[in-house]
Protein backbone atom coordinates (compact mmCIF):
# COMPACT_ATOMS: atom_id res chain seq x y z
CA UNK A 1 0.00 0.00 0.00
CA UNK A 2 1.17 3.83 -0.61
CA UNK A 3 -0.53 6.57 1.10
CA UNK A 4 -0.40 9.60 -0.37
CA UNK A 5 -0.50 13.43 1.49
CA UNK A 6 -0.92 16.77 -0.66
CA UNK A 7 -0.51 20.04 0.82
CA UNK A 8 -0.95 23.42 -0.57
CA UNK A 9 -3.21 24.79 -3.08
CA UNK A 10 -5.26 27.61 -2.33
CA UNK A 11 -6.32 31.09 -4.05
CA UNK A 12 -3.81 33.19 -5.79
CA UNK A 13 -4.67 35.83 -8.34
CA UNK A 14 -4.02 35.59 -11.96
CA UNK A 15 -0.17 35.68 -12.92
CA UNK A 16 0.61 34.32 -9.05
CA UNK A 17 1.88 31.44 -7.90
CA UNK A 18 1.46 28.05 -5.94
CA UNK A 19 2.80 25.40 -4.64
CA UNK A 20 1.35 22.18 -4.36
CA UNK A 21 2.94 18.68 -2.35
CA UNK A 22 2.94 14.88 -2.03
CA UNK A 23 4.09 13.24 -0.05
CA UNK A 24 3.99 9.31 -0.33
CA UNK A 25 4.22 6.46 2.49
CA UNK A 26 4.79 2.93 2.47
CA UNK A 27 5.54 0.76 -0.73
CA UNK A 28 7.58 3.58 -1.64
CA UNK A 29 9.36 1.39 -3.89
CA UNK A 30 6.90 -0.22 -5.86
CA UNK A 31 6.45 3.36 -7.51
CA UNK A 32 7.31 3.99 -11.21
CA UNK A 33 5.70 7.39 -11.61
CA UNK A 34 4.53 10.08 -9.72
CA UNK A 35 2.08 12.92 -11.27
CA UNK A 36 -0.44 15.20 -10.69
CA UNK A 37 -3.39 15.57 -12.22
CA UNK A 38 -6.48 18.47 -12.16
CA UNK A 39 -10.38 17.96 -12.75
CA UNK A 40 -12.66 21.26 -12.96
CA UNK A 41 -16.09 21.11 -12.20
CA UNK A 42 -17.82 19.51 -15.66
CA UNK A 43 -14.62 18.50 -17.11
CA UNK A 44 -12.92 14.93 -17.02
CA UNK A 45 -9.93 14.49 -15.11
CA UNK A 46 -6.78 15.69 -17.14
CA UNK A 47 -2.91 15.20 -16.87
CA UNK A 48 -1.13 18.17 -15.24
CA UNK A 49 2.80 16.79 -14.78
CA UNK A 50 4.20 13.50 -14.63
CA UNK A 51 7.89 12.58 -13.16
CA UNK A 52 9.72 9.05 -13.03
CA UNK A 53 11.56 7.77 -10.57
CA UNK A 54 14.68 8.73 -12.60
CA UNK A 55 13.36 12.37 -12.91
CA UNK A 56 11.91 12.15 -16.37
CA UNK A 57 9.43 14.53 -16.75
CA UNK A 58 6.36 15.15 -19.08
CA UNK A 59 3.60 18.20 -18.94
CA UNK A 60 0.51 18.77 -20.80
CA UNK A 61 1.10 21.83 -23.52
CA UNK A 62 -0.97 24.15 -21.41
CA UNK A 63 1.22 24.35 -18.13
CA UNK A 64 4.23 24.25 -20.22
CA UNK A 65 6.63 27.00 -19.35
CA UNK A 66 4.36 27.72 -16.12
CA UNK A 67 4.82 24.69 -14.11
CA UNK A 68 7.56 22.53 -13.29
CA UNK A 69 7.21 19.40 -11.26
CA UNK A 70 9.99 17.81 -8.87
CA UNK A 71 10.98 15.55 -6.27
CA UNK A 72 12.71 14.70 -3.26
CA UNK A 73 13.73 11.48 -2.97
CA UNK A 74 15.29 12.28 0.51
CA UNK A 75 11.99 13.05 1.71
CA UNK A 76 9.78 10.88 -0.99
CA UNK A 77 7.96 14.52 -1.99
CA UNK A 78 6.65 15.50 -5.61
CA UNK A 79 6.26 18.84 -5.80
CA UNK A 80 4.29 20.88 -8.34
CA UNK A 81 5.71 24.61 -8.87
CA UNK A 82 2.32 26.17 -10.49
CA UNK A 83 4.01 30.00 -11.70
CA UNK A 84 1.82 32.45 -14.10
CA UNK A 85 -1.83 30.91 -12.80
CA UNK A 86 -4.70 31.62 -14.91
CA UNK A 87 -8.59 31.47 -13.90
CA UNK A 88 -8.67 28.15 -16.10
CA UNK A 89 -6.17 26.56 -13.88
CA UNK A 90 -9.10 26.49 -11.32
CA UNK A 91 -9.38 22.75 -9.93
CA UNK A 92 -8.99 20.25 -7.72
CA UNK A 93 -5.35 18.88 -7.91
CA UNK A 94 -4.63 15.02 -7.29
CA UNK A 95 -1.08 13.64 -6.91
CA UNK A 96 -0.97 9.81 -8.06
CA UNK A 97 1.47 7.18 -7.42
CA UNK A 98 1.82 4.86 -10.54
CA UNK A 99 3.77 0.97 -10.00
CA UNK A 100 4.87 -0.89 -13.03
CA UNK A 101 2.39 -3.22 -12.38
CA UNK A 102 -1.15 -2.98 -10.81
CA UNK A 103 -3.02 -0.24 -9.59
CA UNK A 104 -1.57 3.00 -8.91
CA UNK A 105 -2.75 5.45 -5.61
CA UNK A 106 -4.74 8.71 -5.68
CA UNK A 107 -4.72 11.38 -3.22
CA UNK A 108 -7.47 13.10 -1.69
CA UNK A 109 -6.92 15.97 -3.99
CA UNK A 110 -6.17 19.89 -3.21
CA UNK A 111 -8.04 22.90 -4.58
CA UNK A 112 -6.79 25.51 -6.63
CA UNK A 113 -8.51 28.45 -7.21
CA UNK A 114 -7.44 31.30 -9.63
CA UNK A 115 -9.37 34.65 -9.17
CA UNK A 116 -8.99 38.33 -8.77
Known amino acids: QVQLAESGGGLAQPGGSLRLSCAAS????????TGWYRQAPGKQRELVAT???????NYADSVKGRFTISRDSAKNTVSLQMNGLKPEDTAVYYC??????????WGQGTQVTVSS
Open 96 to 105: YAERLTGPGY
Open 26 to 33: GRISSIYR
Open 51 to 57: ITSSGTT
